[in-house]
């Protein structure tokens, strides 16, 4: 998604003007980054970080944290003309012990003999094809990136640690063992303060990566002594080479150290873990990434997400309904506030990506820079002239009964002239999602109810005016048309809306009882641009199976 000459065919004048004055969220994150450096000059690389624990598959959380950062990274090569190199290094923690087995993989009962090793000792429980279960979890995991066309350089931590990458900063936080004990042991529990250490050695006995308390450590010889639980022996060991891995707050401080990390956001949950990782980061001589802590995401009940719990929405359900774009958008919209992530928020991120993408090409730089889609697309969002949305064409399936994607094409030729599934692939992709979505989500729920006396009345009344109407009548004209019903009629009028001549609006009720009798849904987009794709003869056909009872039976 980002490479370090993103911006540079498009980087002109007019650009670095409204950088320097968008509020957009990442230009403000990038703008804490151009402050950390602005006295002292930039290093030779910025270094951008998110994080990964492989016992488990790549997520919605993991696209969204990489997908946020990268739109950080892109806004800070524009802030600083593109003339300073970036890096964003994916990490994975794939040292950690093995806590648990997951649910969801084959081969559990072997995997339980392995509860305590790192994940890179753990064997592969799906195929033969990795050395081990972290192995494997983080090809899932550059292949997951891949998918989406991020721009990074992947690291692992067991090799981070066993090649000595970090032994430097390893002696650095041995030698301060006791300044980092005071920070973390006031902030544990009495049984947990007995055996914590900074340091977890790799056992020689077991493998396992041991939680045990040290009795003793040497920073001039740079090692800790600990006793061996399966033995009961005293061992001292290194704590370079790969003999041992860190706690996550002490190993998150001495990551950022190590690697000299710029940059690197972590959600709500983690405030306190940020706090604590950078008091560590300073003993250790480093200066503590910028970054911020964004808002976790809820399932339909409101409820925090969880993988253990399976709540909520995976990525390949969200892309089972709707394209990439959509969830680009979810993820950049209000990063710092909780949101839903559940089926009924698609149709809406659908439209509005296409909402937003559709004013690109009109808007000043400054309203540019301030369109999500200039930063989910590094600055080049694509021309998209898309002549249904999605909503419509969920109503058009729901009101159709369509199976498959002809027979809406059919409509959809017919409202926009010259439009066919291979000038609109993009459309024609929508159309296949508009299907899954509408047999998996809407379908079940539909429910068409009778309408009254009065509701009977206006839809005799809409009926007559709409065999008076070209058949060729544009949405604006059907959509006046209904308004002059509403008016008219004393239950749909609005009194505290005022049409030009002084008489009044129509309330939201009026398209509301046309929705629930003729779709049998709650709400949807414009009705007037709904017939007009959908043909006025079809809805005048809905009509009369609405009044005749029809719907209802169905």
């Given at each position: 998604?980002?490479?370090?000459?993103?911006?540079?065919?498009?980087?002109?004048?007019?650009?670095?003007?409204?950088?320097?004055?968008?509020?957009?969220?990442?230009?403000?994150?990038?703008?804490?980054?151009?402050?950390?450096?602005?006295?002292k000059g930039y290093p030779d690389t910025v270094m951008f970080e998110t994080g990964?624990?492989?016992?488990?598959?790549?997520?919605?959380?993991?696209f969204g944290e990489v997908a946020r950062t990268t739109m950080v990274r892109h806004?800070?090569?524009?802030?600083?003309?593109?003339?300073?190199?970036?890096?964003?290094?994916?990490?994975?923690?794939?040292?950690?012990?093995?806590?648990?087995?997951?649910?969801?993989?084959?081969?559990?009962?072997?995997?339980?003999?392995?509860?305590?090793?790192p994940l890179t000792r753990v064997p592969d429980p799906f195929t033969k094809d990795?050395?081990?279960?972290?192995?494997?979890?983080?090809?899932?995991?550059?292949?997951?990136?891949?998918?989406?066309?991020?721009?990074?350089?992947?690291?692992?931590?067991?090799?981070?640690?066993?090649?000595?990458?970090?032994?430097?900063?390893?002696?650095?936080?041995?030698?301060?063992?006791?300044?980092?004990?005071?920070?973390?042991?006031?902030?544990?529990?009495?049984?947990?303060?007995?055996?914590?250490?900074?340091?977890?050695?790799?056992?020689?006995?077991?493998?396992?990566?041991?939680?045990?308390?040290?009795?003793?450590?040497?920073?001039?010889?740079?090692?800790?002594?600990?006793?061996?639980?399966?033995?009961?022996?005293?061992?001292?060991?290194?704590?370079?080479?790969?003999?041992?891995?860190?706690?996550?707050?002490?190993?998150?401080?001495?990551?950022?150290?190590?690697?000299?990390?710029?940059?690197?956001?972590?959600?709500?949950?983690?405030?306190?873990?940020?706090?604590?990782?950078?008091?560590?980061?300073?003993?250790?001589?480093?200066?503590?990434?910028?970054?911020?802590?964004?808002?976790?995401?809820?399932?339909?009940?409101?409820?925090?997400?969880?993988?253990?719990?399976?709540?909520?929405?995976?990525?390949?359900?969200?892309?089972?309904?709707?394209?990439?774009?959509?969830?680009?958008?979810?993820?950049?919209?209000?990063?710092?506030?909780?949101?839903?992530?559940?089926?009924?928020?698609?149709?809406?991120?659908?439209?509005?990506?296409?909402?937003?993408?559709?004013?690109?090409?009109?808007?000043?730089?400054?309203?540019?820079?301030?369109?999500?889609?200039?930063?989910?697309?590094?600055?080049?969002?694509?021309?998209?002239?898309?002549?249904?949305?999605?909503?419509?064409?969920?109503?058009?399936?729901?009101?159709?009964?369509?199976?498959?994607?002809?027979?809406?094409?059919?409509?959809?030729?017919?409202?926009?002239?010259?439009?066919?599934?291979?000038?609109?692939?993009?459309?024609?992709?929508?159309?296949?999602?508009?299907?899954?979505?509408?047999?998996?989500?809407?379908?079940?729920?539909?429910?068409?109810?009778?309408?009254?006396?009065?509701?009977?009345?206006?839809?005799?009344?809409?009926?007559?005016?709409?065999?008076?109407?070209?058949?060729?009548?544009?949405?604006?004209?059907?959509?006046?048309?209904?308004?002059?019903?509403?008016?008219?009629?004393?239950?749909?009028?609005?009194?505290?809306?005022?049409?030009?001549?002084?008489?009044?609006?129509?309330?939201?009720?009026?398209?509301?009882?046309?929705?629930?009798?003729?779709?049998?849904?709650?709400?949807?987009?414009?009705?007037?641009?709904?017939?007009?794709?959908?043909?006025?003869?079809?809805?005048?056909?809905?009509?009369?199976?609405?009044?005749?009872?029809?719907?209802?039976?169905?």
């Amino acid at each position: 998604m980002a490479t370090d000459n993103f911006v540079a065919e498009n980087l002109n004048q007019d650009v670095i003007d409204a950088a320097a004055e968008s509020r957009a969220w990442p230009f403000e994150e990038a703008r804490k980054i151009v402050k950390r450096y602005e006295k002292k000059g930039y290093p030779d690389t910025v270094m951008f970080e998110t994080g990964y624990g492989p016992s488990g598959l790549p997520h919605i959380g993991t696209f969204g944290e990489v997908a946020r950062t990268t739109m950080v990274r892109h806004a800070f090569h524009v802030l600083t003309e593109n003339k300073v190199k970036t890096k964003l290094l994916c990490f994975s923690d794939d040292m950690d012990g093995l806590r648990k087995v997951p649910e969801n993989v084959p081969n559990r009962a072997l995997m339980e003999t392995y509860l305590g090793k790192p994940l890179t000792r753990v064997p592969d429980p799906f195929t033969k094809d990795y050395p081990s279960f972290g192995a494997a979890n983080n090809a899932r995991l550059r292949a997951f990136l891949d998918r989406f066309g991020f721009n990074y350089e992947f690291a692992s931590a067991t090799d981070y640690y066993t090649s000595g990458r970090f032994d430097e900063t390893l002696l650095k936080m041995l030698a301060n063992y006791d300044k980092i004990m005071a920070v973390i042991v006031p902030t544990l529990g009495e049984e947990r303060r007995a055996t914590y250490s900074p340091f977890l050695p790799i056992s020689p006995v077991s493998g396992k990566v041991l939680q045990v308390a040290m009795i003793a450590h040497d920073a001039k010889k740079g090692t800790i002594t600990y006793i061996e639980p399966e033995t009961g022996e005293k061992i001292e060991t290194e704590v370079t080479g790969g003999k041992v891995k860190c706690q996550w707050k002490a190993d998150w401080a001495m990551r950022w150290t190590a690697l000299g990390i710029d940059y690197e956001m972590a959600g709500k949950d983690l405030i306190d873990s940020v706090a604590l990782s950078s008091k560590i980061c300073r003993i250790l001589g480093g200066t503590p990434p910028e970054g911020f802590n964004y808002e976790l995401f809820l399932d339909d009940k409101g409820q925090k997400i969880s993988k253990s719990k399976g709540n909520g929405l995976t990525i390949d359900e969200w892309l089972t309904y709707a394209p990439t774009s959509s969830l680009g958008l979810y993820m950049y919209q209000k990063p710092k506030t909780a949101k839903r992530l559940y089926f009924d928020v698609i149709p809406k991120a659908v439209d509005e990506y296409y909402s937003f993408l559709s004013a690109y090409p009109k808007q000043s730089w400054k309203d540019r820079l301030n369109n999500p889609v200039w930063h989910m697309h590094n600055g080049n969002p694509p021309k998209v002239d898309l002549p249904v949305p999605f909503a419509m064409l969920l109503n058009l399936v729901s009101a159709s009964n369509a199976e498959n994607a002809d027979v809406l094409w059919g409509f959809i030729s017919r409202y926009a002239k010259g439009a066919t599934p291979e000038n609109q692939p993009e459309l024609d992709s929508l159309v296949g999602f508009a299907i899954r979505y509408f047999n998996d989500f809407v379908k079940p729920t539909k429910k068409f109810r009778a309408p009254d006396a009065v509701e009977r009345e206006t839809l005799e009344k809409i009926d007559q005016t709409l065999a008076n109407l070209p058949a060729d009548a544009d949405a604006h004209t059907i959509q006046n048309a209904l308004l002059d019903i509403g008016r008219v009629t004393e239950r749909y009028q609005d009194h505290n809306k005022k049409v030009p001549d002084g008489g009044p609006g129509v309330s939201v009720s009026f398209f509301q009882m046309l929705y629930e009798v003729l779709i049998g849904q709650e709400r949807g987009p414009r009705f007037g641009s709904f017939i007009a794709l959908y043909g006025i003869d079809e809805t005048r056909s809905l009509i009369a199976d609405a009044l005749a009872g029809k719907l209802v039976n169905e």
